[in-house]
């Protein structure tokens, strides 16, 4: 009998301590997603400021009719480098999914072309600016859409 009852007590504690070790598997798992996706997030949200910025600065450069050739383009080459945007494009290569690492190098060259055009010297009102602009906004909308699908936010609240 009495070794029933320490067998009973044996088990107990096996079952005891694999529930333990199960759960905080769980809990270390769940944690672990939690801080991936909040990096996502973070790294992405960075892309889109970066894009924004480099996109405004070209716009104001395209804009601002007192602009000689020579300085519109270095202003609007000037733009991607100092909005940090080939270095956040890599970022969100390393941890982004497919989906968005396509959009994510569609929407950077999309925006690339439209500085190009506007380092060759087109203005706000040419088609060629205004038909690179549409390409860049399309393809930023792209990117939105795939990041917010990548980070399960499908709706606004």
Same mark, same amino acid.
């Given at each position: 009998m009495e070794w029933v009852s320490l067998i009973s007590v044996l088990v107990g504690a096996i079952i005891g301590l694999a529930g333990s070790l199960f759960s905080d598997r769980t809990r270390w798992q769940r944690e672990a997603t939690e801080r991936a996706m909040t990096h996502r997030r973070t790294e992405y949200s960075k892309f889109l400021g970066s894009l924004? #910025? *480099? =996109?405004?600065e070209? =716009?104001? !450069? !395209?804009? &601002?009719d007192q602009l000689e050739l020579p300085q519109r383009a270095i202003r609007a080459i000037d733009a991607f480098k100092q909005a940090g945007a080939y270095e956040a494009r890599f970022r969100v290569a390393l941890i982004s999914s497919p989906s968005v690492r396509r959009a994510s190098d569609g929407a950077f060259r999309a925006l690339r072309g439209l500085r190009d055009v506007v380092a060759r010297g087109a203005t706000h009102g $040419? $088609? #060629?600016?205004? &038909? !690179? =602009? !549409? *390409?860049s906004d399309t393809a930023f909308d792209l990117l939105v859409v795939q990041m917010r699908a990548d980070l399960g936010v499908n709706e606004l609240p």
């Open positions: 924004s #910025e *480099a =996109r405004n070209v =716009r104001i !450069a !395209a804009h &601002d $040419q $088609q #060629e600016y205004l &038909d !690179a =602009r !549409a *390409a």
